[in-house]
Structure formats: C-alpha cells, structure tokens
C-alpha cells in the first residue's frame, strides 16, 4: 500500500508555462483534496472531489484546473504558470462516510520563476 | 464562514517538558471536527488527534491530549513528556460534517524542542 503519491517533487516552472501535478491513491479512496502551502501559512484548499467524475472548487480555484476521471486519480493541472503559484502542493484523500481521517501525499515544492 | 486562530506563532520548550497549544475556532455549526496536525521538517503531514464535537470526553493519543471546550470554541493540545521528535509545525484544523467535508487549516504553531 503505496497511500497518496505525488509527482514530482519539485519543479521549477517559467512564467506562463504549464505543468500537470500528479496525485495517485491506493487506497480505494472517494474524497480526494488539492492544497497549497504558502510559506509560513496553513493549507488553503484548491480543488475538491467527492468521487470520479465530480469536481468542485475549493477557496483559492483560480489559475487551476482538475479532473477526476478514475478513483485513483485526481492531477491538478496550472494554466500560464505565475509567480503567485509558488508554492507546496499537497494532495489528500479521505475513505468518506463516517471515516473522516485525511491521507496527505508529501507534497510538491513548486517554484514560478 | 469558518475560521480557525492559532496565536501562537512559535513556541521552544525543554525536552521531558509539557506544552500547550492554542488554538480557537468560529463557527455556527452543531456538528463538527476538529484535529490537530503536525509537520516535521519532512513535509509530510500526519493526523496527532481528533475531536468530534458531540463529544465531551477529550481526546487522547498515548502523549497528546485536547482540552476540549465547545462554548469557548476552543481546542488545545497538549504534549506531555515532549521529545525531541516533537519538533514540527503544528496546524490546528475544523472540519463540518456536509457533503464535501473540506477541513480549514489555521497558520500553524512551530514547536521547538530544545535538548
């Protein structure tokens, strides 16, 4: 049992590039999250979805896009890369019902430049 | 909209210590979680504890425990016999029990555990 995986682990991006953060879970999990990680601050929720094929957004949406076509997989893609978007991202996954633990990846240290 | 404070930005305490961290919430909800998280130097992100908010009974978890007071809105941690494997970022969390259950973070405490 691998968990939350998270590809890469750091990448270094020009403005207006993108990129696609992947996030992979073993876990047969519905709930899936994305999160940034500002320095010094606490995780701001990007993206949320509750199961494959339903997407909803979180509190800081903007400059992203997801998609959830299988369980296992949720990428978090970034349009026209900014210097805004440096930042960790973190992908999470939660089993959902009445087991409320989140399962967090290690994180993607993302640098705009 | 909820929010959660944690005022303490930075604490140090002597290893075998006990330690206590702050942290308050706002909220109308009845229903609710709330967690506490912790963030070595690794990154990874690891569950410490969680309280359902029907409950009375504070949590505990073998070295941590909450205090746990619902009208105050408010859930500290405290950690007892602290080692210096305690030494991480630690992030007080809420969740409402509804359909996307998303957890709002506070900005975290950095706990230092000094030999």
């Known amino acids: 049992n691998a968990g939350v995986t998270q590809t890469p682990k750091f990448r270094i991006l020009k403005i207006g590039q993108s990129m696609t953060l992947q996030c992979t879970q073993d876990m047969n999990h519905n709930y899936m999250y994305w999160y940034r990680q500002d320095p010094g601050m606490g995780l701001k929720l990007i993206y949320y979805s509750v199961g494959a094929g339903i997407t909803d957004k979180g509190e800081v949406p903007n400059g992203y896009n997801v998609s959830r076509s299988t369980t296992e997989d949720f990428p978090l893609r970034l349009e026209l890369a900014a210097p805004s978007q440096t930042s960790v991202y973190f992908c999470?996954?939660?089993?959902?019902?009445?087991?409320?633990?989140?399962?967090f990846g290690p994180g993607t240290r993302l640098t705009v430049t | 909209a909820q929010t959660v404070t944690q005022s303490q930005p930075e604490m140090s305490v002597q290893e075998a210590e006990t330690v206590t961290l702050s942290c308050t919430y706002d909220t109308s909800e009845n229903n609710y979680y709330l967690f506490w998280y912790k963030q070595p130097p690794s990154r990874q992100m690891i569950l410490v504890i969680r309280q359902e908010a029907y409950k009375q009974q504070n949590a505990t978890e073998n070295r941590f425990s909450v205090n746990f007071q619902k009208a105050a809105k408010s859930f500290s941690l405290k950690i007892s016999d602290s080692q210096l494997g305690d030494t991480a970022m630690y992030f007080c969390a809420f969740m409402k029990l509804n359909r996307d259950d998303k957890i709002i973070f506070g900005k975290g405490t950095r706990l230092h555990i000094l030999p």
């Open positions: 999470a996954s939660r089993q959902g019902a009445t087991l409320y633990e989140q399962y």
